[in-house]
């Protein structure tokens, strides 16, 4: 992979941000209430250089990179997930994938996202229409993966996922995701917060957690404003007593290379190869879906991939 620059900022900016983009996890209410609050601007900024993203594919994928960053929080040793949304918007659809280590990454199926006319909020429901939500979970030790599906009920990222949890995993849970912009339309905020009740918590408190997600300040806001994410736990939910335990980073990370394309590539039906290395154009360019890295081969090697095709072929026989 490799990542655009990000112009405007020095080097120790940038380490400043990057180090900012942490996951922290906290309970409530004796333990019966779990949660994650996600810094993500550096990580979202990143995003949106790779993927050449305007304002409404920004909102859209950035929201599900955050919403991800929420779901694989308390995820260990080598498991991942995958969110996929297929809609029948003119968003079409998105994949987004996170692992235990915090690596978030993903694409929108199109860019740019059709727009008829100029949006007057982000209340984004229109652009999704209607669709299905799939959530699936590699575990280590499973010998297989488990997806779990619902409708897409609301064309919101942070309800949909809610709504997930609820009717597929049986888990009540509050999700706020937020993306501030600049008027230059500079992503300068990120971040999400995850709420959980636990099967033994007091149905009592349910209701005030509720109200108290939905009145939540703007995550993105605040972090645009430096506001450290513990102090807004610590001070948004006072009267539920948080204690962290714990926190991560974040970071939008894809381990494509060189290689993998080229094994791609080799997979392709011969007859493709072989118009690819009649035809061109050279260098081919190669884009890897999840992160927009260009990787470029030119004809001679082309032609070795093709030559080890066929060779493959004629053994097999």
Request: hydrophobic residues 40%; contains cysteine.
């Given at each position: 992979?490799?990542?655009?620059?990000?112009?405007?900022?020095?080097?120790?900016?940038?380490?400043?941000?990057?180090?900012?983009?942490?996951?922290?996890?906290?309970?409530?209410?004796?333990?019966?209430?779990?949660g994650?609050?996600?810094?993500?601007?550096?990580?979202?900024?990143?995003?949106?250089?790779?993927?050449?993203?305007?304002?409404?594919?920004?909102?859209v994928?950035?929201?599900?990179?955050?919403?991800?960053?929420l779901?694989?929080?308390?995820?260990?040793?080598i498991?991942?997930?995958?969110?996929?949304?297929a809609?029948?918007?003119p968003?079409?659809?998105?994949?987004?994938?996170?692992?235990?280590?915090?690596?978030?990454?993903?694409?929108?199926?199109?860019?740019?996202?059709?727009?008829?006319?100029?949006?007057?909020?982000?209340?984004?429901?229109?652009?999704?229409?209607?669709?299905?939500?799939?959530?699936?979970?590699?575990?280590?030790?499973?010998?297989?993966?488990?997806?779990?599906?619902v409708?897409?009920?609301?064309?919101?990222?942070?309800?949909?996922?809610?709504?997930?949890?609820?009717?597929s995993?049986?888990?009540p849970?509050?999700?706020?995701?937020?993306?501030?912009?600049?008027?230059k339309?500079?992503v300068?905020?990120?971040?999400?917060?995850?709420?959980?009740?636990?099967?033994?918590?007091?149905?009592g408190?349910?209701?005030?957690?509720?109200?108290?997600?939905?009145?939540?300040?703007?995550l993105g806001?605040?972090?645009?404003?430096?506001?450290?994410?513990?102090?807004?736990?610590?001070?948004?939910?006072?009267?539920?007593?948080?204690?962290?335990?714990?926190?991560?980073?974040?970071?939008?990370?894809?381990?494509?290379s060189?290689e993998k394309?080229?094994?791609?590539?080799?997979?392709?039906?011969?007859?493709?190869l072989?118009?690819?290395?009649?035809?061109?154009?050279?260098?081919?360019?190669?884009?890897?879906?999840?992160?927009?890295?260009?990787?470029?081969?030119n004809?001679?090697?082309?032609?070795n991939?093709?030559?080890?095709?066929?060779?493959?072929?004629?053994?097999?026989?």
């Open positions: 992979m490799e990542k655009r620059k990000l112009f405007g900022n020095g080097l120790k900016e940038q380490l400043l941000a990057s180090a900012r983009d942490r996951a922290y996890r906290f309970l409530m209410a004796g333990g019966t209430v779990r994650v609050i996600v810094h993500g601007t550096r990580m979202i900024n990143e995003m949106r250089a790779n993927h050449e993203l305007g304002i409404l594919e920004t909102m994928l950035g929201r599900a990179y955050l919403g991800v960053c779901m694989t929080a308390e995820m260990k040793g498991d991942r997930i995958a969110l996929k949304i809609c029948s918007g968003i079409a659809g998105l994949v987004a994938e996170g692992n235990a280590f915090g690596e978030i990454r993903g694409y929108l199926y199109q860019v740019p996202i059709p727009v008829e006319r100029p949006l007057n909020d982000f209340d984004l429901s229109s652009f999704f229409g209607a669709g299905v939500v799939s959530v699936t979970h590699h575990m280590t030790g499973a010998k297989d993966p488990f997806t779990g599906q409708a897409l009920k609301y064309g919101n990222i942070a309800l949909d996922l809610a709504n997930y949890y609820l009717e995993e049986q888990i849970t509050a999700i706020n995701l937020s993306i501030q912009l600049n008027r339309g500079d300068i905020g990120a971040g999400g917060l995850m709420l959980q009740v636990m099967p033994n918590v007091d149905e408190i349910v209701p005030g957690l509720e109200s108290d997600v939905s009145d939540m300040p703007s806001k605040a972090f645009a404003e430096e506001k450290d994410p513990q102090e807004i736990v610590n001070s948004h939910f006072r009267a539920y007593e948080p204690r962290f335990i714990g926190d991560r980073r974040i970071e939008f990370l894809c381990h494509c060189r394309l080229k094994s791609f590539l080799s997979l392709m039906p011969a007859n493709e072989e118009d690819i290395l009649e035809n061109g154009p050279f260098p081919l360019e190669v884009r890897c879906h999840n992160c927009n890295t260009p990787y470029e081969f004809q001679y090697q082309i032609g991939i093709y030559e080890k095709r066929m060779a493959g072929r004629s053994q097999r026989r």
